[in-house]
């Protein structure tokens, strides 16, 4: 049976036929350049329904004014398409001034993949406008376990980005039930709250050790850190989740002892499919050790970001990348994953015989990542049409 979300339309309009090929066969010989590609990669779900619901509100609601409240999911090129279909953006970069507090009943507003801050859904109710809804049912999975969490009195540990829209939307949600939250983004920030937990270190020296922003104002770590319950952002490192579940388990047993473990510490996965099938895949593919791997998404792509790690974290060269404008011959512009800063890389494609490896995130089109294996086998002073 066909699923009402696999509609061909939003599969089409950003297919690429190399894409597909290299999808089939795994890789390709282009005069010098050995292709990889991931037996996993690119849009998932979760982004196929979200954009299959946005095509259908278009054809619903014909005539009436539509609003996507952010972003509808982390690609450039998405979201500027949104725009030429004449949806405009209510917050963000491309926000039109005012129009949040001008909505009425006679608009449209989407929901982006994400979800929304609980005070968002609210405003919305309460302005009585149309809501499409295209919350990943993934992303409800945290919300889900969150929510358990706060009944049973335990604070929840996100081990996610501050300031990211599913982080800020499951955060939203602990805050709307009175309930407490710490976001961790990495395992160098989940080892100050494990020192924390050990009695290694006071609340002063924990709170500054945070970003500013992983707890909310009155966050009392001597009250709120008895009893933690871990979850993710849905689209985090899998290996790294596990790491800091491990290690906050590990330091609550050596404060409080094994038998109040249970009392005191619940942890549950809440990474997506995609994203775990997406990094399993990315993990294999780098194993073979190209000369390269470029990974290919937006440069606020949660995601995409975590896939650069998988290549960082095999000793692999590898570079994010938003597309293929970031290509040229004598340099390449990327995301550097530490500062989150974009710079430039000279000399990046190695002379003679080489192995380019590529992915691409949950919300980057398949017609991006072929057109940027067009460009690299360009540059590369190769061409597609005498694959060898
Ligand atoms: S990456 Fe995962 S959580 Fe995000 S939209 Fe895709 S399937 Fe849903």
Request: glycine share 8%.
């Amino acid at each position: 049976m066909t699923h009402k979300y696999e509609d061909p339309e939003v599969r089409y309009t950003y297919r690429s036929s190399l894409v597909d090929k290299l999808r089939e066969k795994g890789e390709l010989q282009v005069g010098r350049l050995r292709l990889l590609m991931p037996q996993s990669f690119g849009f998932c779900w979760g982004v196929d329904r979200a954009l299959a619901m946005v095509n259908d509100a278009r054809r619903e609601h014909e005539g009436r004014s539509m609003w996507l409240l952010n972003s509808i999911i982390h690609n450039p090129r998405v979201n500027e398409d949104m725009g030429g279909m004449g949806i405009q953006f209510l917050k963000g970069k491309q926000a039109v001034p005012g129009a949040l507090q001008s909505l009425s009943k006679s608009d449209v507003v989407i929901v982006p993949a994400f979800s929304a801050m609980v005070e968002e859904m609210e405003d919305l109710k309460r302005r009585d406008v149309t809501v499409v809804d295209t919350t990943c049912p993934w992303v409800i999975k945290p919300h889900k376990r969150a929510e358990k969490y706060v009944r049973e009195g335990f604070t929840t540990v996100v081990h996610g980005t501050v300031g990211h829209d599913e982080t800020r939307a499951t955060c939203s949600l602990v805050r709307s039930l009175g309930g407490e939250f710490v976001i961790v983004h990495d395992l160098d920030e989940a080892e100050i709250l494990a020192k924390y937990l050990e009695e290694e270190l006071d609340s002063t020296e924990l709170l500054n050790g945070l970003h500013p922003k992983s707890v909310r104002k009155n966050f009392d770590p001597t009250a709120h850190l008895q009893r933690v319950g871990v979850i993710n952002q849905t689209t985090m490192l899998a290996s790294e989740s596990r790491a800091i579940a491990g290690r906050l388990r590990a330091a609550l047993e050596k404060r409080w002892g094994k038998s109040e473990l249970n009392e005191r510490f619940r942890d549950f996965d809440t990474i997506c499919q995609a994203t775990q099938d997406n990094q399993d895949a990315a993990m294999s593919v780098v194993d073979s050790n190209p000369d390269l791997f470029l990974v290919v998404g937006g440069y606020d792509s949660s995601n995409t970001r975590n896939l650069a790690r998988v290549g960082d974290a095999a000793g692999v060269p590898a570079w994010h990348i938003q597309g293929p404008d970031c290509i040229h011959k004598n340099f390449l512009e990327y995301r550097e994953r530490h500062t989150g800063e974009i710079k430039t890389q000279q000399n990046w494609l190695p002379q003679g015989s080489i192995s380019v490896a590529f992915t691409a995130g949950a919300s980057t089109p398949d017609a991006i990542l072929g057109q940027v294996v067009e460009r690299v086998v360009s540059v590369a002073g190769e061409s597609l049409g005498k694959p060898v």
